[in-house]
């Protein structure tokens, strides 16, 4: 906010005439078309005037300072100016400052949620991908779980509004109100389930077994043909619940086992198509901001939005396992890239910007 004009001599004469005719600071106010707290404050002190800003010399940079600070800068990721400025002992650069110097050889950045990959996480990938690149993917059945609050994660409740309408009002609760966990699985074009863990379950190898024996033999697998089980590979990634030998030894006894139970390789989620189904089911059921009231009210609403999901979406989903194996081994076993996925949702879900 700027400042304004200090009183004139002339509005300083008039002041001091109407104060020895009898008028009162609020009515000299209204007569000079002034702030009553400016006329207030001559009052107390005729003498008073605004104080002029110093301007106090900047502190100059040398070429070896920047040098340092280009060091400290790329030995402490997500420090704050100060923090760096601080670590090269230079002292008394303003904020303004130390951030313009900044810009020119670093950039503000979120850290990375990706977890980095190791020399063995880059190359299990690419022997997995060596390993099946030959494979029939429309045979494997892709599973995973995903779980589903009622105010949908961070920073999705975002969208275009009018000038001059107001933001609708967002519910903000505790923990997110609870959440569902959902099991699902697609093969070729078809989606199996989605099925739902019971509310306060712990999937441990017990009850993961117990509730494939519930929901995915009882419900889906039972159904199908001889000759479809012998040639299904049944996918799962590397949760402790699924990878412990008392899951490995169950899911033997019910004839997966060895070829037909794919090894999958770590921290590879990107590799997962499933993955890309639960965006398009999230997208859905947390579209303009959604919340829910109830655990039973967003389960129906993923039931609805799984159902909504046609065979074509699936099959363009299991279909892009061959590129995906591919963009391992071009990548040598590193992350495929958002651009990958992006572009495949784009296909699936049919969104324009």
């Known amino acids: 906010m700027g400042q304004k004009k200090d009183l004139t001599g002339s ?5 001091v005439r109407y104060l020895a005719e009898g008028c009162s600071s609020l009515k000299i106010a209204e007569l000079l078309k002034r702030d009553h707290r400016t006329i207030k404050r001559f009052i107390q002190n005729s003498q008073q005037g605004r104080k002029k800003r110093v301007e106090k010399p900047r502190r100059k940079i040398t070429a070896h300072e920047l040098r340092k600070v280009k060091r ?33 050889m670093a ?3 979120k850290a990375e ?9 880059k190359l299990k990938p690419q022997d997995w991908a060596k390993k099946y690149l030959k494979t029939d993917f429309s045979k494997v059945l892709w599973t995973d779980e995903m779980r589903v609050s009622l105010d949908g994660p961070d920073g999705w409740a975002r969208g275009w509004i009018g000038k001059g309408q107001r933001a609708p009002v967002r519910l903000r609760r505790q923990q997110g109100g609870g959440g569902v966990l959902v099991w699902a699985g697609i093969i070729k074009d078809e989606l199996v389930g989605p099925f739902r863990v019971e509310d306060g379950v712990k999937l441990n190898s017990q009850s993961y077994c117990q509730f494939l024996e519930d929901t995915f033999f009882k419900q889906w697998y039972r159904k199908k043909s001889a000759s479809f089980k012998k040639n299904m590979i049944f996918m799962q990634d590397n949760a402790p619940s699924h990878a412990s030998k008392y899951s490995t030894a169950w899911l033997a006894r019910k004839g997966i086992k060895e070829e037909k139970l794919m090894t999958w390789p770590p921290c590879s989620p990107d590799l997962n198509p499933i993955e890309n189904l639960w965006s398009i089911i999230k997208c859905e059921l947390y579209k303009e901001g959604k919340q829910y009231t109830s655990l039973n009210s967003v389960w129906e609403a993923v039931v609805a939005a799984a159902c909504n999901v046609d065979g074509a979406q699936i099959k ?18 590193g992350y495929i890239g958002r651009r990958f996925v992006f572009v495949l949702f784009l296909n699936v879900g049919n969104v324009y910007l």
């Open 11 to 15: 509005e300083r004469s008039k002041i």
């Open 72 to 104: 400290a800068a790329a030995k402490m990721p997500l420090a704050t100016s100060l923090a760096i400025f601080q670590s090269c002992n230079i002292t008394g650069v303003p904020k303004s400052t130390r951030c313009a110097i900044l810009r020119d």
């Open 107 to 109: 950039k503000v950045r």
């Open 113 to 121: 949620r990706r977890p980095p990959l190791n020399k063995t996480h």
């Open 316 to 333: 363009t989903l299991t279909g892009s396992m061959d590129g995906r194996l591919l963009s391992v081994l071009a990548k040598k076993g």
